[in-house]
T-cell receptor, first 114, second 115 residues
Framework: EAQVTQNPRYLITVTGKKLTVTCSQN?????MSWYRQDPGLGLRQIYY???????DKGDVPEGYKVSRKEKRNFPLILESPSPNQTSLYFC?????????????FGDGTRLSIL | AQSVSQHNHHVILSEAASLELGCNYS??????LFWYVQYPGQHLQLLLK??????LVKGIKGFEAEFIKSKFSFNLRKPSVQWSDTAEYFC?????????????FGKGTKLSVIP
């Protein structure tokens, strides 16, 4: 089954404690991206990746890092999380020939930073 | 910078009513346009997309959208809504060609359909 898998689904942690949210897709997609969703603000793109070792900033990259060492994985790293990063996070991937726009979304990761 | 505006924050309709959700975008060049739907507790799903060609685009579940270039609009429509259409709807846009990796979403419109 084609899917984008995020882990963990829920996480409560404290300010300053480094965390990583993993994202994996099994569709051999080249394009992957991360979004955060906040009430009243919709989805905002954090980072995206066009292929292995190729990443770029989206609209709200501050406080986040990403890496793309393998095609299937695109982890989101919060080196020193702060309360303003409490949010719902979605990873997405897309096939070539679709304008590189997200077609498949993960189920989301709800992060609470205390 | 590009932006996407959705006119309504929350729309409440009775079943069988017609739906139109507004979306306007702000871009200097040509754009790709999308509507996504998020059912309660679920992830986003693509409803329909416009890249070029016929400005009237048909999507899944009976939805359609019309691209009006002169108005920078891409409104979503459905002739008769059902209770199962209760969800949040997001319009999104990206520049065509180089830079098309950057996708900007509107803030979303919650649709509540009353049986």
């Amino acid at each position: 089954e084609a899917q984008v898998t995020q882990n963990p689904r829920y996480l409560i942690t404290v300010t300053g404690k480094k965390l990583t949210v993993t994202c994996s897709q099994n569709m051999n997609h080249e394009y992957m991206s991360w979004y955060r969703q906040d009430p009243g603000l919709g989805l905002r793109q954090i980072y995206y990746s066009m292929n292995v070792e190729v990443t770029d900033k989206g609209d709200v990259p501050e406080g986040y890092k990403v890496s793309r060492k393998e095609k299937r994985n695109f982890p989101l790293i919060l080196e020193s999380p702060s309360p303003n990063q409490t949010s719902l996070y979605f990873c997405a991937s897309s096939a070539p020939g679709t304008g590189n726009q997200p077609q498949h979304f993960g189920d989301g990761t709800r992060l609470s930073i205390l | 910078a590009q932006s996407v505006s959705q006119h309504n924050h929350h729309v409440i309709l009775s079943e069988a009513a017609s739906l139109e959700l507004g979306c306007n975008y702000s871009y200097g060049g040509t754009v790709n346009l999308f509507w996504y739907v998020q059912y309660p507790g679920q992830h986003l799903q693509l409803l329909l997309k416009y890249f070029s060609g016929d400005p009237l685009v048909k999507g899944i579940k009976g939805f359609e959208a019309e691209f009006i270039k002169s108005k920078f609009s891409f409104n979503l429509r459905k002739p008769s809504v059902q209770w199962s259409d209760t969800a949040e709807y997001f319009c999104a846009a990206s520049p065509s060609g180089a830079g098309s990796y950057q996708l900007t979403f509107g803030k979303g419109t919650k649709l509540s359909v009353i049986p």
